[in-house]
C-alpha cells in the first residue's frame, strides 16, 4: 500500500492557475500509474487526468490543454498543473496509485487514494 498526500489546493480566480502535488510513500513510485479525479458538491467522482509509468499521459475532454499532469519519481510526487481555471472546476482533487503502470481513467482500477485537497475558482 502507498500512502499518498495531495497539496497546493485553494481558492483561485477565474483565469488564474494551481499546481496540485501528491507525495507517494515506498519505494515502488516510478512503477506506479497516478491519477487526479475530482468531486463537486452533488456529482459522481470524475476522471481529471493520468500518467502511466512511462509517462504516457490521458486527460478528460472538459480539461485538455488545460491542465498538464507530471511526475518526478526521483521525488516520489505527482502533479497536476491547472490553468485558465474555471468556476467549474471547483471541486475536491484526489490523486490516486495504480499498482501496474498503465494509466487508467476509471476509479475503480486504482488501489490506493489520497485524502484530497479543496480547489474552489470564483467567477
Known amino acids: 500500500q502507498v500512502q499518498l498526500v495531495e497539496s497546493g489546493g485553494g481558492l483561485v480566480q477565474t483565469g488564474g492557475s494551481l499546481r496540485l502535488s501528491c507525495a507517494a510513500s515506498?519505494?515502488?513510485?516510478?512503477?506506479?500509474?497516478m491519477g487526479w479525479f475530482r468531486q463537486a458538491p452533488g456529482k459522481e467522482r470524475e476522471f481529471v487526468a493520468a500518467?502511466?509509468?512511462?509517462?504516457?499521459?490521458a486527460y478528460a475532454d472538459s480539461v485538455k490543454g488545460r491542465f498538464t499532469i507530471s511526475r518526478d519519481n526521483a521525488k516520489n510526487t505527482a502533479y497536476l498543473q491547472m490553468n485558465s481555471l474555471k468556476p467549474e472546476d471547483t471541486a475536491v482533487y484526489y490523486c490516486?496509485?495504480?499498482?501496474?503502470?498503465?494509466?487508467?481513467?476509471?476509479?475503480?482500477?486504482?488501489?490506493?487514494w489520497g485524502q484530497g485537497t479543496q480547489v474552489t475558482v470564483s467567477s
Open positions: 490516486a496509485a495504480k499498482r501496474t503502470g498503465i494509466a487508467a481513467t476509471q476509479d475503480t482500477r486504482y488501489n490506493d
Open positions: 515506498g519505494r515502488t513510485f516510478s512503477s506506479y500509474a
Open positions: 500518467i502511466s509509468w512511462r509517462g504516457t499521459t
